[in-house]
């Protein structure tokens, strides 16, 4: 067969063999890899050659074992373990959409051989599962990083999604940006509004028309509350919803079969208590209260709120204004 490819190719295309078609259950031969150099890339070389060629792999220091039923590639940059989180997590991740989701797990794909490939089926299913329509998420990512590398603001319009599922323009934003959180499995950009006087989380994949501006940004320093920088164990268990007002220290008694669950939304650094009834617990943690009022009501059958007693009072109106929806004059 006359050659596709010169032989000074051949070291290159005998890696990616070994890359693809290969790993401990799959040891390639030099005769197996002979005629894959032959097929695939119309290299044609003896089997010494293929052999040099192997030792210059493994000198180089590519992990390669060879045994007697052949060579394989023993270590990648990632194990198959790893490949199947990162596939989940962009297969979970709302703010991907299907198109870039199918192309990023491609992508992650090809890190390992044919035979992880061909036992992923997530790429089929992207469509499957609920994706924003926001095509924009990337390249604002881009623009986020160029704006917070070059110390300047950030304008770009905030949308909702109407009864038509479509998104629609809320609101234009000029803000300075800081950081791009992922919370709850969405992404949001954290950022300091020239407009309201303070910080803001908004959702990456509600935001479209996005442009760097020439205004110099805001120095996080100077934001009130964030004089020494950013918490991030705070902000990861002070804000179960990313509401932006300070975070106050919050007690109140829970049931004592939830704390899992209390301690998956604030974290370890809670202080737990128990209390005269051994079903219950008392809890102190410093959370945002318009975000405790949301998460209380989510867990209102396990959880009562002592104090502040501001907090304790809101509570008591939105649950009165709840029973009120589900209470007729009959009833």
């Not at 490949?83 to 990023?104: C, N």
């Not at 705070?234 to 008694?253: A, G, K, Q, V």
């Not at 004592?256 to 939304?265: M, P, S, T």
């Amino acid at each position: 067969m006359e050659s596709f490819e010169p032989k000074k190719l051949a070291l290159i295309r005998i890696w990616q063999i070994l890359k693809d078609y290969s790993d401990y259950d799959h040891p390639l031969t030099q005769e197996d890899i002979a005629v894959k150099l032959e097929n695939e890339y119309g290299i044609v070389i003896e089997r010494k050659a293929i052999s040099r060629n192997i030792s210059l792999l493994k000198e180089a220091g590519i992990d390669i074992e060879s045994r007697r039923a052949g060579s394989y590639l023993e270590r990648r940059e990632f194990e198959d373990s790893e490949l199947h989180m990162l596939i989940d997590g962009v297969l979970s991740s709302k703010y991907i959409t299907a198109k870039h989701s199918k192309s990023i797990i491609e992508r992650l794909c090809r890190l390992s051989n044919k035979y992880f490939r061909s036992n992923i089926k997530h790429v089929h299913s992207v469509n499957d599962w609920y994706k924003t329509d926001n095509q924009a998420l990337f390249y604002n990512i881009e623009l986020i990083d160029t704006a917070i590398e070059e110390g300047k603001q950030i304008h770009y319009d905030y949308n909702k999604y109407g009864i038509d599922k479509k998104l629609h323009k809320s609101s234009h934003q000029y803000v300075t940006p800081y950081l791009m959180i992922l919370h709850n499995q969405r992404y949001y950009l954290m950022a300091y509004s020239e407009y309201w006087g303070n910080m803001v989380f908004h959702r990456l994949d509600r935001i479209t028309n996005m442009t760097v501006a020439d205004k110099k940004a805001t120095s996080l320093r100077s934001v009130s509350g964030y004089e020494n920088g950013i918490n991030y164990k705070e902000l990861s268990s002070s804000m179960p919803y990313m509401y932006t007002d300070r975070p106050e220290n919050i007690d109140f008694i829970a049931d004592a079969g939830i704390v899992d669950q209390i301690i998956d939304w604030f974290g370890s650094d809670i202080r737990i208590a128990k209390t005269d009834e051994e079903s219950k617990v008392r809890v102190g943690v410093k959370a945002s209260p318009n975000a405790m009022v949301h998460w209380a009501m989510q867990y209102m059958d396990h959880v009562e709120v002592v104090s502040p007693e501001s907090l304790r009072n809101r509570l008591k109106e939105a649950l009165k204004n709840g029973l009120k929806k589900y209470t007729s004059e009959s009833e």
